[in-house]
């Protein structure tokens, strides 16, 4: 990788991470001009690209092919698939994440104008988001239904390409926690007699396995030796701050400045959103340095 590859990577990257989209994508591809074999260039603007969907234009299911082809230069340049895989776990997760919560905001802030109870079993999320403007319940409906297909699409690609790597065993439960949300919502909006019935048994069939699968995967990761291990900080993403100063017994950890996108907790490793300062899941107190 030549030092102008490099630094457009890094760019973008920072970009990406700050929510700047349009300008990620286009540096991504100033950097496939300059290096058309650079696979974290390629999946990066997949990632670019699906970010910039909506629930009216753009198609999720682009980032399963863009990173399918990243794979394959990755494994043609002899490169550690590991950290790429890592990359990929954390981008996937964070934009099917983000994705859930906008639908949610969308659904709820059109039926709470109604003064409708919408048919999903997340309705009673609250949200002070002004509404779509002109936007009904029946109108979102199907292209509600279409991107939540395509977010599931999303979410079974990556289980499938985490499915028996033990290393980001925390990652795949994560993940498979968003795509039970999903699953739920398309079972919910059976009830609006626009999910195809052949798709809503589908749908019920990997409800059924997929929750198999949690329960297998919460048991091991009780076991000892997968407890108080914390997640590899993925390749190439501008994560800083992340810092081997814990105090594991009082649950402190110190970190030089507060990440831009997400904290690994260091002692539980469990993906956070950066503006948290106590981790959901362990209860580890986060202090930045330079905000004190």
Known sequence: MTPDVEKLLTLADRDLAAGRYADAEKEYAKALENDPD??????????ARTWQSTLLSGDPTALIYSTQDA???AERAGADTRDFLARVAV???NLTSNKYNELTRIYTSIARKENTKAPSPLFFYTWNLSHPQGLTLPDVYIPMINYLAALIQVSEYLDSVLEGNEALKRRRLHNIGNLNIFYDWLIAFNATGR??????????EKKQQLLAVRSRLDKELSEPEYRNVPSARPEGRPLPGVSSDVDREEKVAHFGERPPVEIICPICGTIQKSNRSVCFQCS?????DDEQ
């Open 195 to 204: 999910v195809a019935e052949g798709y809503y048994n589908q749908i019920l």
């Open 91 to 93: 981008d996937l997760i």
């Open 284 to 288: 580890c107190q986060f202090i930045f």
């Open 71 to 73: 794979f394959a230069m």
């Open 38 to 47: 650079s696979y974290m260039a390629v999946h990066g603007r997949g990632v």
